[in-house]
C-alpha cells in the first residue's frame, strides 16, 4: 500500500494504479502523485533487508563464534605475510588453530593455514565491498527517484567464500 497525495495533501493509501484511484475518486490523474517521503522509506527499507539478507549468506555455514575471529586470523595472517621468512612474528590464535588441527591429524603447516586465511579475506572483503558499494548506489537512486519503487537492484554474487 502507498500513500497517495490529491493536490498534495494526503488523500488515501492506495494499493493500485494512480489511474485507477483517479477513476474511482472521479479526478484527474494529474492531481494525484504517491508520497515520495513515504515510497522512499519504503524502498529503503526493502533494500536494507535484502543487503542484510545478502550479508548473512556470506557467513552460511560458519558460528557466530567463530565469524568473530576472523579479524584476528586476518590481522596475524597479515603480519606473518609481511615478515621476512627468518622473522615471523608470533600469531597466537593461528599457532594455537594450527596445533589444535594437527593434533588431530589435519596435515598442513602454519604457513597453508596463513595462506588459506588470507585467501578466505580476500574474498570476503571483496564480496563485502560489492555489496556494500551497490547498496550504496541504489540508495542514492532511491534518495534522487521520482518514483523510488522503479529503482532495482541485485546482491546476487557469483562466488562464495568457504572453508
Not at 18 to 29: H, I, K, M, T
Not at 46 to 59: P, Q, S, W
Not at 99 to 115: K, P
Request: charged share 25%.
Amino acid at each position: 500500500m502507498r500513500r497517495v497525495l490529491l493536490d498534495g495533501v494526503f488523500h488515501a493509501d492506495w494499493m493500485g494504479s494512480l489511474q485507477e484511484l483517479a477513476d474511482f475518486a472521479g479526478v484527474s490523474v494529474a492531481r494525484l502523485s504517491y508520497d515520495a517521503g513515504d515510497s522512499k522509506a519504503a524502498a529503503v527499507k526493502r533494500l536494507n533487508d535484502e543487503f542484510a539478507i545478502a550479508m548473512a549468506a556470506l557467513h552460511k555455514g560458519w558460528p557466530d563464534y567463530e565469524i568473530q575471529t576472523w579479524t584476528v586470523q586476518a590481522e596475524e595472517a597479515r603480519q606473518w605475510m609481511a615478515a621476512e621468512p627468518d622473522a615471523k612474528p608470533l600469531v597466537p590464535f593461528l599457532s594455537s588453530l594450527h596445533a589444535q588441527r594437527e593434533s588431530m591429524g589435519w596435515e598442513g603447516t602454519l604457513a597453508d593455514l596463513v595462506e588459506r586465511v588470507i585467501e578466505n579475506t580476500n574474498a570476503y572483503t571483496a564480496a563485502t565491498a560489492s555489496l556494500i558499494g551497490r547498496r550504496h548506489v541504489a540508495e542514492r537512486a532511491i534518495e534522487a527517484a521520482e518514483d523510488p519503487s522503479s529503482i532495482a537492484w541485485d546482491f546476487s554474487l557469483t562466488t562464495t567464500t568457504e572453508g
